[in-house]
Structures are given as C-alpha cells and as structure tokens.
C-alpha cells in the first residue's frame, strides 16, 4: 500500500469518528437544553400590585428601544399604568379639565459586561427616572479555557498534556515518554457538548 494512500486512511480514521462524535454530540446538547418557562396569566394582589403575564414568543420581534452596545436581551417586560393622582388643569376657556390616559413603560433586562442592567423607556411619554437595585449577587462562573495536567499510564509511560476549549471545539496536545524512552506527541481535536 502506497504512503499517500496509509495517509489517507489514516486522515479518514481520525476524521470520520471525530465528525461523526461531533454531529451526535451537538443533536445530544440540543435536545437537552432546558425548556422554556411557562406561560401564566396576570395576577392580582391584595395590596394593588400584579404578578406579569407571561408570555411566550420564539422570536418576540426588535426591543423598543435602543440597547447598549454589547448587550444581549434576556428579558423584556411592558407595565402599563394609570395614574392615580390627576391635577386639574384648566382648559383655553378656563374650565379644570384632566385627560389623563395610561402609560405604558417598558423594560429590557440585559446582559452587559460581567452584569445585568435594565433598559427604560415609554412610548407614551419621557422617564423621568429609573433605579434598579441588584438584591442577590450575580451567579456567573468564570469561563476557564485552558487546561493542563500529567499522565502516567499502566505500563509506566510518564507524560504531559494541554488542551484549549474555542467555542465548542476541544484542542489538545499529548507528550508522553514510553519505557525506550522513545517520545511521541498526539493532537487532539474535540466537540464539546
């Protein structure tokens, strides 16, 4: 058999099970990921207050207002409210008059950075203020890319190995010294799922 062709054969004995893990694992993660929350209808509270509807949408459409750069949109909430205290104000023939309609305000909460932050704004009118107050900290894990380590195997072969994490794909390289001391490296191609 030809060196050309034992390249081949070897090139198509790493890459098919490799391509093959890959596909099975990116279908296996997918059909993993949690399902969406639940959608609920509005519910009142004995002090005035509500609990929001929810609703879902695969694809709720542009935010109504402008994000900052960088952000991801996690959560979009529209509250809308009617004033409860009107001042009267006189109309051109001198009349009190008051005319005023609900206001609807609505909310984006976003990813920025290493934290989260809420978009404000209303299509009926200006904010005049917005606060928003973080009550528990932040659960964010470092993501961790590197990883490195030793290797000693069963008949006594001593060596060292790093890998990297790029998105969903796993590098690696092994170096391991055998009894002859002989030296052999390995690359490692990887689908994380």
Avoid: N
């Avoid at 990921?33 to 207050?49: F, T, W, Y």
């Avoid at 009118?125 to 993501?143: F, H, K, N, R």
């Amino acid at each position: 058999m030809s060196t050309r062709r034992q390249w081949l054969l070897a090139a198509m004995a790493v890459l098919l099970p490799a391509l093959l893990g890959g596909w099975c694992g990116y279908w296996l993660a997918a059909a993993s990921k949690p399902p969406l929350e639940e959608a609920r209808p509005l519910q009142r509270q004995g002090d005035g207050s509500v609990i929001a509807a929810r609703a879902l949408s695969a694809d709720p459409g542009p935010p109504p207002h402008r994000l900052p750069p960088g952000a991801r949109e996690e959560r979009r909430v529209a509250v809308t409210v009617q004033p409860a205290r009107v001042t009267p104000v006189p109309d051109a023939s001198g009349v009190p008059w008051c005319d005023c309609p609900p206001v609807t305000v609505d909310l984006s909460l976003v990813q920025l950075g290493d934290g989260r932050r809420v978009v404000a704004s209303s299509r009926d009118g200006v904010v005049l203020d917005a606060l928003d107050i973080p009550i528990e900290p932040l659960p964010i894990a470092p993501t961790l890319a590197w990883a490195a380590g030793l290797s000693y195997g069963a008949r006594g072969e001593v060596g060292a190995w790093v890998e990297r994490d790029l998105s969903r794909l796993r590098l690696g390289v092994d170096v391991e010294q055998d009894r002859q001391d002989q030296w052999t490296a390995r690359l490692r191609l990887g689908w994380r799922f």
